[in-house]
């Protein structure tokens, strides 16, 4: 049985799910999000080589730092199975399945169902069908649940959250929309802990700060040119050291400056998908 527990964005990672790059885009892909329609009819499409060398790449520096690494296993019919994020979260010791609001992505948590089945049936539970609630939109960290209430979860989604997880504050974030002239698919894309106080946030892509929020971190501010790069969506192997594309100079600066080793690994075209390092994770335990 493999152990479960994530508590905070940042504690030591030693377990995690990373996303299967071998079969992209063998299904016709549904676009899905802005970034899509950007990169995918033009000569800047994503390609398997590249995807399959830069998850290669991950899950090379995640071994090398003694990070035990699960991917899902392959599905037929499926677009892709890079962002692993979204179709699962683990909540303390509980494995919760999440429920995708496209069609196409509703069955990608099937290719965790070999790693699940090693698990005890207790605690493991999946958000109901009439739910829409994304990994991408929840951050657990110290004893409060952040949720985005994004272009995908909406309110119904953190409120089940809070039923379930009564001992964890929930607190729901809500986020700019695209009517809004803000592309903000998911709460990662403009909020992320880093260190043991800090937090990577595009403040333009929020549409409320609650206080508890604002007060409990020291804020690295983000650009909408760095958020475009999704430089808020980093890997945090541990309390001083977190992944990042080197394109995110000045914030890779800042988080050095706050005493974080920061890893720059190219990661070009997992991006082009909709998301990066944190998309492309599913830490199952953390200390």
């Known amino acids: 049985m493999h152990k479960l527990c994530v508590t905070s964005e940042t504690g030591r990672l030693r377990s995690v799910v990373i996303g299967y790059p071998d ?107 009439d739910v829409v609630l994304e990994g991408g939109d929840v951050v657990v960290d110290n004893g409060r649940i952040f949720v985005g209430l994004s272009q995908r979860t909406g309110l119904e989604g953190a409120d089940y959250l809070a039923s379930r997880f009564p001992c964890f504050e929930v607190i729901p974030v809500p986020l700019k929309q695209l009517t809004d002239g803000e592309n903000v698919l998911h709460l990662d894309c403009s909020f992320v802990p880093v260190g043991r106080h800090s937090v990577l946030i595009y403040p333009d892509g929020l549409a409320e700060v609650p206080s508890s929020l604002a007060e409990a971190y020291d804020w690295i501010e983000v650009t909408r040119a760095e958020q475009d790069m999704l430089a808020t969506n980093v890997l945090s192997l541990s309390p001083t050291q977190v992944i990042a594309r080197p394109q995110a100079s000045r914030v890779n600066t800042e988080m050095r400056q706050r005493g974080l080793e920061v890893i720059e690994l190219p990661f070009d075209d997992p991006p082009k998908t909709g998301g990066s390092f944190r998309c492309c994770s599913l830490p199952l335990w953390r200390d």
């Open 23 to 129: 079969n992209f885009l063998e299904a016709p892909p549904e676009i899905i999000n802005e970034t899509q329609k950007q990169y995918y009819f033009g000569e800047e499409c994503p390609t398997r080589e590249q995807v399959m060398a830069e998850l290669g790449g991950l899950k090379r520096t995640l071994l090398g730092h003694g990070i035990e690494v699960f991917q899902p296993e392959p599905l037929n019919g499926v677009p892709d199975q890079l962002m692993t994020r979204d179709i699962g979260v683990v909540i303390g010791d509980t494995f919760v399945v999440t429920q995708m609001a496209c069609h196409s992505r509703r069955d990608e948590w099937l290719g965790l169902l070999p790693l699940l089945d090693q698990m005890r049936t207790e605690r493991i539970i999946k958000v109901p069908d």
